[in-house]
Every structure is written in structure tokens, then in C-alpha cells.
């Protein structure tokens, strides 16, 4: 039991110091398609399909990165000016109304995680906009916002979760949410809790690493404002690491008083089978099949319950993985 609470002690380290941030780091920001885990296959087993070839390349209809700032409350409450990074896609129209999903990154990631800039796009955002153009999703907005109040945070992980649990509790909803969508054209007709909650069906979250916990938050802390979730490579927490029962339970629990009977909500879980938080994320979701009947899993990929867990084989903790997973998410949100 001791090497085993060591184990998943040093794996919650390496989420926060290492895997979000050295191997996050060398692949976040980077613009080079040939940087990046060779996902050109058509499929990677019989679940998780590959990114086609040329879905990372820069392409004529491409969509643009812009910045937004808004006033976020911190748990002092002192006030500062934050600032999120956003997609547009192609064509963006501001008389048409969009889905919208919002991107957290990693313990030592940051806004341009996901999208990289306009000037220097990411993978993520080369792959929504090749997605796009074929016709695999419906035109979407994406935002790339930060937890940290400031980067020298991301050093102390009892910090971390608490940035994150006051994140997902507060500032989302109350202040990145009503930023974004007041600025740029969604489902929600406005912008305070009641148009947000109305426009839930065409919202989602997901996060990388830490992200990922933070999208398990943001299911117990707002789900009445999101429908989908994506974690990614990281499972749900209690009083500051892994548990796995403890998590099954919490979240059934929560689903119980809230009076869901698992129609309010899809969950595409997914991590890789070398990465550190295996273990963690494959023990939660095991708990979950035996303990959470709130929680209908499916294991053919399809999402005709509603939620799904996949594994990518050999994949490691690094950001590389993202265009791989969120490919394949993207597909089965916004139905």
C-alpha cells in the first residue's frame, strides 16, 4: 500500500512539474508538423481513429486566433486583467450562432496551449480548421484561457488545485463565460447564469493534464452551464490526489443530487497507456463502471450512452497526443 500511495504521489508531481510542463512545454507552442507524434494512420486500434494526413497543415480557409481580456475575481478578491486566447473559424459570421468549447491546459502550459497564435497557429488549431473543411464538425469557436493568476504558480501544486477548483467554481461562469460570449456570437442569447445555463447543449470543456482534472471540476462544480466534457490524461481528485473510489463516488453522488438519471450529459474520457496518469484515470473509470450507474458507458466509441473511455497505445504524458484526442472527441459532441 505505501509503494502504491508513492507511486501515485510521484505521478501527481510529474502531472504538475513534468508531464504538463517539460514534454507539454516541447510540444505546446511548436508550428512544425514534423514535431509532431506521427498520427497519420487511419486508425490506431479498433476505437480511436488517427488524424488523417494533412489535418496539421496550415490550409486556405483557415480561421484566426484572437485575444480577449476580461476582470477575474481571485480568491483574495482582488481584481486583475486576464487574458484568453479564442478561434474563430473560417467564414465566422457574427449573425450565425456557434458552439463553443473551452480549452484548459496543463500545470505548465499556458493560453496559447492549444491554439498557438495567429501568426503562430498551433496543432490544435490546424486540425479544427482541416476538420472544418471537411466537414468532421460543424464550424465552432474554442477558447484557451489560464487558471494561474500569475506563472509562478504553477511550481506549488497545493496552489494549483486550489486555482483550479476556484476556477472552475467561479471564474468560468461568472467571468470568462459571459467575456467571451458577450463578445463573440453563441447559443446564448445572454449572457448571465440563466442564458447560460438555456445554451448548455452547445458548450463543452475539456483540459490536458491538470486541465483534465479541472474538466472533471467543472462537471461537479457547473455542469448546469456545460453538456460535454473531454478530460484528457488526468482523472478526478479528492482532498488533493488520486482516489479512485472516492471519485466514482463523489461524482455519482453529485449526479444523484442534482436528479440526473444520465441524459444531461456525454463524457469523452481518454488518456494513452504509457502516460503517468494511466493508472489513475483507468482505476476511476473502473470504479465508475461498478459503482456509478449514473454513468452509462460505451465501448464502442459510438456516443449513444453517455460516456466513453479510450486509450491510445504507447501514448506518453505529452501534449503531442491532443490533435489524436480531441479528433476524436470533436466527432461525437454537438449532435
Known amino acids: 500500500m505505501r509503494k502504491r500511495g508513492l507511486a501515485l504521489m510521484m505521478a501527481a508531481m510529474c502531472m504538475l512539474n513534468t508531464g504538463c510542463g517539460a514534454n507539454e512545454d516541447a510540444t505546446e507552442n511548436t508550428t512544425n508538423e514534423s514535431q509532431t507524434v506521427n498520427q497519420t494512420e487511419e486508425k490506431v486500434n479498433d476505437t480511436l481513429m488517427r488524424v488523417p494526413d494533412?489535418?496539421?497543415?496550415?490550409?486556405?480557409?483557415?480561421?484566426?486566433?484572437?485575444?480577449?481580456?476580461?476582470?477575474?475575481?481571485?480568491i483574495d478578491g482582488s481584481v486583475i486583467t486576464k487574458t484568453a486566447y479564442v478561434y474563430l473559424p473560417y467564414g465566422y459570421d457574427e449573425n450565425k450562432q456557434y458552439d463553443i468549447i473551452y480549452?484548459?491546459?496543463?500545470?505548465?502550459?499556458?493560453?496559447?496551449?492549444?491554439?498557438?497564435?495567429?501568426?503562430?497557429?498551433?496543432?490544435?488549431?490546424?486540425?479544427?480548421?482541416?476538420?472544418?473543411?471537411?466537414?468532421?464538425?460543424?464550424?465552432?469557436?474554442?477558447?484557451?484561457?489560464?487558471?494561474?493568476?500569475?506563472?509562478?504558480?504553477?511550481?506549488?501544486?497545493?496552489?494549483?488545485?486550489?486555482?483550479?477548483?476556484?476556477?472552475?467554481?467561479?471564474?468560468?461562469?461568472?467571468?470568462?463565460?459571459?467575456?467571451?460570449?458577450?463578445?463573440?456570437?453563441?447559443?446564448?442569447?445572454?449572457?448571465?447564469?440563466?442564458g447560460i445555463k438555456a445554451s448548455r447543449e452547445h458548450r463543452a470543456y475539456t483540459g490536458f493534464s491538470m486541465g483534465s482534472l479541472s474538466t472533471w471540476y467543472t462537471f461537479l462544480n457547473a455542469s448546469d452551464y456545460f453538456y460535454y466534457y473531454m478530460p484528457m490524461s488526468g482523472d478526478c481528485w479528492i482532498n488533493g490526489g488520486s482516489n479512485a473510489s472516492g471519485a466514482a463516488r463523489k461524482l455519482e453522488q453529485y449526479?444523484?443530487?442534482?436528479?440526473?438519471?444520465?441524459?444531461?450529459?456525454?463524457?469523452?474520457?481518454?488518456?494513452?497507456?504509457?502516460?503517468?496518469?494511466?493508472?489513475?484515470?483507468?482505476?476511476?473509470?473502473?470504479?465508475?463502471?461498478?459503482?456509478?450507474?449514473?454513468f452509462r458507458f460505451t465501448d464502442d466509441g459510438s456516443n449513444e450512452k453517455n460516456i466513453v473511455f479510450m486509450v491510445e497505445p504507447k501514448a506518453t504524458h505529452s501534449f503531442a497526443f491532443l490533435p489524436i484526442y480531441m479528433y476524436n472527441g470533436l466527432q461525437m459532441f454537438f449532435k
Open 54 to 74: 494533412g489535418y496539421l497543415k496550415v490550409i486556405e480557409e483557415k480561421g484566426t486566433v484572437t485575444t480577449i481580456t476580461y476582470d477575474a475575481t481571485l
Open 103 to 194: 480549452c484548459l491546459h496543463g500545470g505548465e502550459g499556458d493560453t496559447k496551449a492549444y491554439l498557438g497564435t495567429d501568426a503562430s497557429p498551433g496543432n490544435v488549431k490546424r486540425m479544427l480548421d482541416n476538420m472544418i473543411a471537411n466537414g468532421d464538425i460543424k464550424p465552432i469557436i474554442a477558447v484557451a484561457p489560464t487558471y494561474y493568476a500569475d506563472r509562478s504558480e504553477s511550481a506549488a501544486m497545493g496552489k494549483a488545485i486550489s486555482r483550479i477548483e476556484y476556477f472552475t467554481e467561479n471564474e468560468l461562469v461568472k467571468e470568462l463565460i459571459p467575456a467571451v460570449e458577450g463578445q463573440f456570437s453563441t447559443y446564448a442569447e445572454t449572457t448571465d447564469l440563466e
Open 255 to 294: 449526479c444523484q443530487d442534482k436528479g440526473y438519471d444520465g441524459d444531461e450529459f456525454f463524457i469523452f474520457a481518454v488518456t494513452g497507456s504509457d502516460d503517468i496518469a494511466y493508472a489513475a484515470m483507468n482505476s476511476q473509470i473502473d470504479n465508475m463502471k461498478k459503482i456509478s450507474p449514473t
